[in-house]
Nanobody, 128 residues
Framework: QVQLVESGGGSVQAGGSLRLSCQAS????????MGWFRQVPGKEREGVAT???????VYADSVKGRFTISQDNTKNTLSLQMNSLKPEDTGVYYC??????????????????????WGQGTQIIVSS
């Protein structure tokens, strides 16, 4: 079983940058997808970015061109570089892993029900 621990959250002004990291431990070599999700109170958790074990990436339209997801398989880490941050990027960001389902349809890769392992979350606050 994979365990995930996020780090790198914090507060930043609009236009600034932050980098999130997710350290995976356990049987991380058996993950098919790893992704970042975010949630604000009263709203459903939404997919932000995901990357397959083959390096294919998918982004939510709201973050395309601003966020970059990457993984270092030698260190079992997942990262999310967030640039040009906006107040609407505020939320709790979760790292997640899909260790059970092989999904060929890329349009479904940002669906949270595809992921079975979750980190504890890290808070991002973007002020205007």
């Amino acid at each position: 079983q994979v365990q995930l621990v996020e780090s790198g959250g914090g507060s930043v002004q609009a236009g600034g940058s932050l980098r999130l990291s997710c350290q995976a431990s356990g049987s991380s070599s058996h993950t098919y997808l790893m992704g970042w999700f975010r949630q604000v109170p009263g709203k459903e958790r939404e997919g932000v970015a995901t990357i397959s074990n083959g390096g294919v990436t998918v982004y939510a339209d709201s973050v395309k061109g601003r966020f970059t997801i990457s993984q270092d398989n030698t260190k079992n880490t997942l990262s999310l570089q967030m640039n040009s941050l906006k107040p609407e990027d505020t939320g709790v960001y979760y790292c997640a892993a899909d260790s059970m389902i092989v999904m060929s349809d890329h349009t479904l890769w940002l669906k949270q029900n595809l992921y079975d392992v979750w980190g504890q979350g890290t808070q991002i606050i973007v002020s205007s």
